[in-house]
């Protein structure tokens, strides 16, 4: 094992851990090389903050490198890291600790999934408005530390915006409280949006805050199509100049809307809304007057929360799951953010370079907040050969994109071409300061060494 450096054997730290977590719950790891999943011989489970505590003491002691795990479904997120010792999977910690229906909050452990939440807070009529993908596997704590979210940001927000206080350890096993347990709190630097999107780098969170909010009575969600890319982009600049308020407005290329089993013609977009019925029904309203004005066409109107949530799980998942995806497939996902304008000139490259480079492409944008995620998969051909299409299709659609303002990530590929590409295109202005909190906090790099941005 590269991480022991010859101080301890395999046999000595497994005891250690064991001593810790009890046998039942230190299992093998993935010692065999997967080109989307942590390698590491050994996977601790523990069942307390405390064993956490005791576990990452010990391995920050023993120079050992520890990789956070949650659900497991963002794996191939970021950098490749570098030798890791132990995967430390926050499973058995799961559940929710404190729901307080009449001050709209929650607290929950960090290996909770998102649907297991979410069904918590569903009879007393409240959500948490993140919209993951894989909610059945993905855990809270993964959701928070890659920072993800999905189409309804539009209407609700991120992370950020929910997130009130948190559990973290550090890696030489100190236990930190971030934020209040209050829905205003505006004493002191806002620390927990330090580790939003951290990659587990910093500090394993053992729990969570959140605000929370009323499920709304009413959910819409058009489907709407049959247009030039020049119509959808004036439906979506005449939305943005009015009043209206969806929750929901992403762009969808043909791939991905094949999923909807709509009757189309090239790109569709999804506008959805959520409020009372008499503010949802004036508002899709005034979506079809402006659609029969410009001359795009309703496709279908999903009405009703069961509906709408069914057709947003199919846009989600056009992020790929670590657990899903073989080693035989080559799948890679670019998020690229720009402005709210940007959206269809980067879905236009989006396809233009999947057409050069002949790989096949799933799109979603959102117009209302400048991200959109672009998933690649080549087919055919030899293993080499369809990673060097890839690549090249990666590599494009990063140039053109720095040379429009608009950021990349690659937040999922192989290892085989995650260690050939640069993740974030280009070095960010606070790289220096990442790298000082990197350093103050966990100065022996145990935790998920060289996984984000300038190899922090």
Not at 35 to 49: G, H
Not at 245 to 267: I, M, R
Not at 335 to 362: C, F
Request: some cysteine.
């Amino acid at each position: 094992m590269d991480g022991i450096k010859g101080k301890l054997s395999h046999g000595q730290i497994r005891s250690s851990l064991a001593r810790i977590t009890g046998e039942n719950h230190l299992l093998p790891g993935d010692s065999q090389h997967c080109e989307y999943r942590i390698n590491a011989s050994l996977r601790a489970l523990p069942t307390s903050e405390r064993q956490v505590v005791d576990i990452l003491r010990f391995a920050d002691e023993h120079r050992l490198s520890v990789a956070p795990q949650g659900g497991g479904t963002k794996d191939a997120y970021g950098q490749s890291v570098k030798a890791v010792d132990l995967i430390l999977s926050m499973k058995g910690m799961s559940g929710v600790l404190e729901h307080s229906a009449g001050d709209l909050m929650v607290t929950v452990l960090a290996g909770t999934t998102f649907r297991e939440l979410q069904e918590t807070l569903k009879p007393a009529g409240q959500f948490l408005p993140l919209d993951a993908a894989w909610d059945d596997q993905s855990t809270i704590g993964g959701i928070v530390n890659a920072g993800t979210s999905g189409p309804l940001r539009a209407g609700y927000g991120s992370v950020r915006d929910f997130l009130i206080a948190s559990r973290i350890v550090y890696p030489n096993g100190e236990v930190i409280r971030t934020g209040a347990k209050v829905v205003k709190n505006v004493a002191g630097y806002d620390m927990n949006k330090l580790f939003i999107g951290s990659m587990g780098t910093l500090g394993l969170h053992t729990e969570f805050t959140f605000k929370i909010r009323p499920i709304p009575a009413g959910r819409s969600l058009l489907v709407i199509g049959n247009a030039r890319v020049d119509t959808l982009r004036m439906l979506q600049n005449a939305l943005l100049d009015s009043q209206l308020e969806p929750c929901v407005f992403e762009w969808l290329n043909p791939t991905a809307a094949q999923s909807l089993e709509v009757d189309t013609q090239g790109p569709v977009v999804l506008i959805g809304f959520a409020d009372v019925w008499s503010s949802v029904d004036e508002q899709a309203r005034q979506v079809g007057q402006l659609c029969r004005d410009l001359g795009a066409v309703i496709l279908a109107e999903l009405r009703g929360a069961e509906e709408s949530e069914a057709v947003l799980s199919k846009i989600r998942s056009i992020l790929p799951n670590a657990n899903l995806v073989e080693d035989s497939q080559t799948i890679v996902s670019m998020k690229l953010v720009g402005k709210l304008t940007d959206v269809q000139a980067i879905y236009e490259a989006a396809e233009t370079r999947a057409v050069q480079h002949g790989v096949s492409l799933r799109f979603s944008g959102g117009a209302y907040t400048g991200i959109a995620r672009a998933t690649v998969e080549g087919a055919g051909g030899e293993a080499t050969n369809v990673h060097g299409r890839l690549t090249a299709w990666i590599r494009d659609m990063q140039s053109e994109m720095r040379q429009q303002g608009i950021r990349t990530v690659v937040d999922f590929a192989p290892g085989t071409i995650r260690r050939q590409i640069a993740i974030w295109d280009e070095a960010t202005a606070d790289q220096k300061i990442m790298r000082g909190i990197k350093r103050t906090i966990d100065p022996n790099e145990t935790l998920n060494p060289g996984r984000i941005i300038g190899g922090l």
